[in-house]
Every structure is written in C-alpha cells, then in structure tokens.
C-alpha cells in the first residue's frame, strides 16, 4: 500500500519541481531582458548596410602588398609573431607552474591547489584587459600584446599541462625509483616522454586561440591587424575593412589547418 502512495506522489513532486525550475527560468530570462535598452535601429542603417556591402563586393586588392608602405601582409605577419612570441613566452612560464599544480606530484593537496589557484586567477583576465594592463606599463606596442598573450595563456596552459601530468602512468615513475634513479631523472625519462605529446597538443591548440586575440588586441593598441582593422571602421573605408576581413580569415584558416595537420600527428 506504502509502495502505491509512493508511485502516486512521486509524479506530483516532479511536476512541482519542474515547475519551479521553469518559473525561476522565466523570471531570469524577464529580469535579463529588462535590463537590455533597445533602441531601435539607427535612421542611418539602411545606409550604412549598403556601404559596407558595397565595400565587401569591391575590397581594396590594392593593400594586400604595398612596396614601401604599411599593407596587409605585413600586419598580418606582425599578428603572427605576436601570437607565436606570446605562445613561446606562456610555454616558459606554464612549463614549472603546471608540476607545481599537478595533484600527483604534490606531496600535500594544499601546494597542488594554491597552484591551481594561482593558474586560476590568471585565467579570469580575458585577453583585451590583459592588452589594456601591459599597455598602461610598457605603452601601445605589439610589445605589450606579446606580453598580454604570453601571461594571458599560462593560465589555460599550466591547467591543461597539469591535467596531462595528473593522467600519466606511474607504473614508469615506480620502476625507476626502484631502480634508484633521483627525483630529476624519474621527471626526465619517465613523466616528460608521458607528458610531451599532450602538451604538444595543447600548446598548438592555445596558439589557434593566441592567432585570434592578437587581431582583435590591436585595437586597443597593442599592435598586429587589429590597428589598421579600426582605423579603416572610423574612417569609413569599408573596401578597406574588407580586405583585411578576407586576409584574417584566410590567414586563420591556413593556421588552423597547419595546427590540426600537426596535432592529429602528434596523438
């Protein structure tokens, strides 16, 4: 009898939780619109939208390569060594932080998490503050982009390079202790051939990532295509804007593709 009071209420609890949830949806959902201004569409758009088509079906070919002068390939390469100096940087600085913050290697969970932690708060920053910081300390520079990318990436790399330390097998680790080898010589030939292929993996993967943020970090002045990319905007130059749209996502293609090609080969 218990059983069948039990069959009958359990369905009406549901439909009340249920309930519950979706009221607490709708009310988020309200309480988000509410606080969204919409101001309608501008008396200009229908203008502007015909501009910037306009643009798109005439990009300015003509600033893909200037002999002399600033052009399109040239600050596309200079994103390029932002992101790749930044990557070469975050490397370094992930590299001694990921084994502090890896749980496996800690001799007590309290130095594994304030590693963690450590790795946290800089993963909190999104790229552009980071730009904004370095930009305040060593002025508008591809300088301060490289160094934004560079701090900005430790955090993601030092956490994924400690998950990879966390997952390696310790079968190797205890068979050269065994045979007496030093706490140097167990990292060397037993966690770093575990490791290297994920960490491969990883750091071509933030490098995608590293692409991307140097060509939106220059519009705070922190150098690469972003500069141009905003001065063309303000100015109106929408062939302009084109042009440097197609030979970002180009660029970014080429790169994804040469990444994944690599990554595929090294797992």
């Known amino acids: 009898m218990s059983d069948l009071r039990s069959k009958v209420q359990k ?14 949806l709708i009310l988020l959902y309200v309480w988000g619109f509410a606080g969204i201004n919409f101001s309608g569409i501008s008396p200009n758009a229908g203008t502007v939208t015909s501009a910037i088509l ?25 994103t390029f060594a932002i992101a790749l100096v930044g990557i070469t940087l975050s490397i370094v600085l992930s590299f001694p932080i990921a084994f502090w913050a890896a749980r496996n290697l800690s001799v007590k969970r309290i130095i594994s998490g304030s ?11 999104p790229d552009i503050v980071m730009a904004l910081i370095f930009i305040a300390i060593v002025g508008p520079s591809p300088y301060a982009g490289m ?16 998950e990879e330390i966390e997952a390696i097998d310790p079968g190797p680790s205890e068979a ?5 080898a030093n706490k140097l010589q167990v990292l060397l030939f037993a966690v770093v051939p575990q ?5 491969i993996s990883a750091t071509l993967y933030r490098f995608e990532i590293n692409l991307r943020s140097a060509a939106t970090l220059g519009i705070v002045g922190a150098g690469g295509i972003g500069a141009p990319l905003i001065f063309a905007i303000n100015g109106r130059s929408w062939d302009r804007v084109a042009i440097i749209l197609i030979g970002l996502v ?18």
């Open 11 to 24: 369905p009406k609890k549901n439909r009340i939780k249920n309930a519950f949830i979706i009221l607490i």
């Open 176 to 180: 050269l202790v065994a045979a007496g």
């Open 54 to 78: 306009d643009g798109f079906l005439n990009p300015e070919w003509s600033y893909i390569y200037r002999p002399g002068q600033e052009d399109l390939i040239q600050n596309l390469l200079e």
């Open 250 to 267: 180009v660029f970014v293609l080429v790169i994804d593709l040469i990444s994944s090609a690599l990554r595929k080969k090294v797992i």
């Open 147 to 162: 160094l934004a990318l560079g701090v900005s990436a430790m955090g993601m790399l030092g956490k994924l390079y400690a």
């Open 195 to 199: 490791v290297l292929p994920g960490f």
């Open 115 to 125: 590693g963690k932690s450590f790795l946290s708060f800089f993963r909190t920053f």
